[in-house]
């Protein structure tokens, strides 16, 4: 059914140009140069799918540090062409932006691991239901969106603290959990902070490419290139050497997963909604 609607979609045909489209991107470096992030080894892909039908195109990386608030800025801004950022959010967040409604990690974002101190191992079991887990002290980083779906799930209590207290939060008892996705799952929290075994979250966090409204065909390109990357495996095979090994050290099949309502999506481009399975369905394929 997916591969279908997807092969409707990208039934227009878009003619070639020899013009070179610029791209601009974030200057991120390690001792090896330039630092190609998952993101930005997704953002080269889904370009380079779209070469025979777009045309050839370069990167114009910015040479300045940035961080996120500054980015989201500059690609209001359209400071330089076709800025291109990759953002996590809600209808409000992406409103502001051209975006490309395909999740970047297939949705893999939207699980959240239970984080919570040592002490409390034998709290959170394979029996644990939402309704035990949403009266208790939660800690979050602040201005993520997350906590607002925490709220409007019956979590009573989210606080907001710099990223860099959480583990803090937790280790002095200050909060009772953190929610932590599959990027910084594996973050040292300190030896007190435990990652439960037994129990996790999963709702719609969309992680998509975005950019100034007035560079739409630019976005459009990469959601045609990231649906083409998709449909040959080559997205998939890209998802395998940033996040299969940690999934499987994760354990994530042995969770029970309680899902949560993230109503702050409605109104999104409805292509969104066709890769609701996506995360799920790479999962079980990859892990089992």
């Known amino acids: 059914m997916l591969c279908g609607l997807l092969s409707v979609l990208l039934s227009i045909n878009v003619k070639a140009s020899n013009e070179v489209t610029v791209f601009s991107y974030p200057y991120v470096a390690n001792n090896q140069g330039i630092y190609k992030s998952y993101n930005h080894q997704l953002l080269l892909l889904a370009l380079e799918k779209t070469v025979k039908t777009h045309g050839p195109f370069s990167m114009n990386y910015i040479q300045y540090q940035m961080n996120e608030k500054r980015r989201r800025i500059e690609a209001l801004k359209n400071t330089h062409p076709n800025f291109i950022i990759s953002i996590v959010g809600d209808k409000n ?34 029996e644990t239901t939402l309704e035990q887990l949403q009266p208790l002290d939660v800690v979050q980083g602040e201005g993520w969106f997350d906590s607002d779906v925490l709220r409007m799930n019956g979590f009573h209590s989210v606080m907001e603290v710099p990223s860099r207290s959480i583990g803090q939060m937790i280790s002095f008892k200050r909060a009772d959990l953190y929610f932590s996705s599959l990027v910084d799952v594996d973050k040292s929290r300190g030896g007190e902070v435990i990652v439960n075994p037994n129990v996790m979250l999963f709702y719609l966090s969309p992680r998509f490419f975005v950019s100034a409204k007035k560079n739409s065909a630019a976005i ?69």
Do not use: C
């Open 93 to 126: 967040t992406f409103s502001q932006f051209a975006y490309s409604p395909f999740p970047n990690d297939l949705g893999l974002l939207g699980f959240r691991f239970l984080l919570h101190h040592k002490d409390n191992s034998g709290h959170f079991s394979h």
């Open 220 to 288: 459009e390109r990469i959601y045609t290139g990231l649906t083409l990357a998709y449909q040959d495996g080559s997205l998939e095979q890209l998802m395998d050497n940033t996040f299969l090994e940690k999934l499987k050290k994760f354990k994530i099949l042995n969770r029970k997963v309680l899902e949560l309502e993230n109503k702050n999506l409605e109104g999104l481009d409805q292509r969104y909604f066709l890769w609701r399975g996506a995360s799920k369905s790479y999962i079980d394929t990859r892990t089992n």
